[in-house]
């Protein structure tokens, strides 16, 4: 999976500038006249917004109903094809899974910047739960499978874009969105199921998502600490238990694995913003391991020496070299092992870390500086332990700057009482169609 964008000297010295300018950038002041053209357009765009959220909250797009995710695919198309964007569906066959919706707009200015939207179709919720349809609860809140994780953030994906394009202020933006099939349960291999959208943060030099966040409407979300899964097996000389730790037997699979995952703690529980959890275990003369399912069974006696174990677990951490430094520990801890035992331990891609950059921070600033201008609050970032892995996570180290978490709030996200506060919709989406804006200003700054 490539992870490295090239970027010529005209273009570093461009986006050096552009940084510079969001960096000093002033104080938040009131709306222009176009600025309040742009917030009054999303307003009343306000009931369309509710249509397409309702729609598409009442079809089950949980990750494995392929079908269902290409519906969501379908209604999100239509709306992009209405601004005049190329759309393309791409077959998720590579990847076992739908696929995902790609629409891009292309600048008649030179010198634009591209910016990267990114969403998702897929929920957490399958075709035959209980938890299927919109439902008001009053005027403020309303319950639906997938409304706040993420299909209120594409809606205001769509309704931000619609009020530029309405007021025939996008000519001077490039975008690209990417709405994908399979966040919720990624397709594998990664290289596949996360090729499109790599391929589209390469391209970009500003990348906004659109999750929760962590559905407080005064944050973003700067840095998401990456999520990588990990895999321990162990083995021990079987023998009558009445022999364990002599010379000649040793200590068996499962003290062996108990002292590394001790271990693990011992030495790296605690250490910045990491955090590491073994989530199953088998264990015994005998077991068996449904990665798939996530599921196991063991066959084993009192009187035996376990002669096999494993467990699996998920790592997260803020900065690639955070991950790396507690990879090398845990695994000189597996090398160090008890008596006739020995134990093998694998990582997974996963989802990369996305630390807090100069470039993440600016952007953030000029979004706090939007709120404001709205007469909403002042926009603070996240603390990274409060938000998940997300898809904007591919992006972290090929753009120049990202934020995420400036979709829909609410709570209960991947639950039954998934419920989203209704008067964050107008809000967020003229605070994202007024960075948007205010973005592509600062690139004909670099002109």
Known sequence: MKLIKFITP??????????????????????????TKIAERVKSNSGRA????????????????????????????????????????????????????????????????????????????????????????????????????????DVIIVEALSALHELDLLKGINIKVVLTGEEERSGTPLSESKKALIEAAQWADIALGFEDGDSNINTAVIARRGSVEWQLETSGKPAHSSQIFQDNIGYGAIFEIARILNQFRLELAGTGDLTFNPGMMVAGTSIEHDQTASKGQAFGKNNVIAKTAKVTGGIR??????????????????????????????????????????????????????????????????????????DISFTAGLVDMALDGLGLMGSGGHTKDEVADMTSLVKNTQKAALLIYRLSEKGDDNT
């Open 50 to 153: 509710l249509e397409t959220l309702e729609q598409s909250v009442n079809i089950n797009s949980g990750t494995m109903n392929f079908v269902g995710v290409k519906k969501v695919g379908k209604v999100f198309k239509a709306q992009f094809d209405r601004l005049g964007f190329e759309t393309q569906w791409l077959e998720g066959d590579s990847f076992s899974r739908a696929g995902h919706l790609i629409a891009s707009h292309t600048a008649s200015l030179a010198n634009s910047p591209k910016i990267l939207l990114i969403g998702h179709l897929d929920t957490v919720f399958s075709e035959d739960d209980s938890f299927q349809k919109f439902s008001r609860i009053d005027e403020t809140y309303v319950a639906g499978p997938g409304i706040t994780d993420m299909k209120g953030g």
């Open 10 to 35: 005209i273009k570093l010295i461009k986006l050096g500038s552009f940084l510079s300018l969001l960096l000093i950038s002033s104080a938040a002041s009131a709306l222009d006249p176009i600025e």
């Open 317 to 390: 951490a803020l900065s690639a070299e955070e991950l790396s430094n507690a990879k090398a520990v845990m695994q000189r801890i597996v090398s160090e092992n008890l008596a006739h035992t020995s134990a093998t331990l694998t990582f997974k891609l996963g989802y990369p870390p996305m630390a807090p950059t100069e470039g993440n921070r600016a952007l953030l600033k000029l979004y706090s500086e939007v709120s404001q201008s709205l007469g909403y609050n002042v926009v603070e970032a996240v603390n990274p332990r409060n938000a998940g892995a997300a």
